[in-house]
C-alpha cells in the first residue's frame, strides 16, 4: 500500500517562493519515478514535473521550465518541488503521483 502526503502549500505573493514536499511510504518509492501536478479551477490537472527513480533524470512542463526544481531522497522517502519566480497563472492545487497512486494536494495561491 503506497501513501503519499504533501505538504508546503501556501498563499505568496507573485515573483516569491514556495517549496512543496510529498512524503512517501510504502517499499517501493525508490524503484519508480515521481512527479508533480496541478489542478486549476476549472482546468483539467496537468503535469508539472517528474523525476527518474535515481534523481538524475528530471523533466517539467514549459511553464515551469526554469522557475521549478523537483529533487527527491530515498533514503527518506520524500520528492520536493522547489517554485520560484512563482505567477498568478501557478495558482492550483498540487498533487504529488506515484504511478497510479496520488496524495490529496497542496493548495499553491499566487496573488498578483
Known amino acids: 500500500q503506497v501513501q503519499l502526503v504533501e505538504s508546503g502549500g501556501g498563499l505568496v505573493q507573485a515573483g516569491g517562493s514556495l517549496r512543496l514536499s510529498c512524503a512517501a511510504s510504502?517499499?517501493?518509492?525508490?524503484?519508480?519515478?515521481m512527479g508533480w501536478f496541478r489542478q486549476a479551477p476549472g482546468k483539467e490537472r496537468e503535469f508539472v514535473a517528474a523525476i527518474s527513480w535515481g534523481g538524475g533524470t528530471s523533466n517539467y512542463a514549459n511553464s515551469v521550465k526554469g522557475r521549478f526544481t523537483i529533487s527527491r531522497d530515498n533514503a527518506k522517502n520524500t520528492v520536493d518541488l522547489q517554485m520560484n519566480s512563482l505567477k498568478p497563472e501557478d495558482t492550483a492545487v498540487y498533487y504529488c503521483?506515484?504511478?497510479?497512486?496520488w496524495g490529496q494536494g497542496t493548495q499553491v495561491t499566487v496573488s498578483s
Open positions: 503521483n506515484l504511478r497510479t497512486h
Open positions: 510504502g517499499r517501493t518509492f525508490r524503484n519508480y519515478a
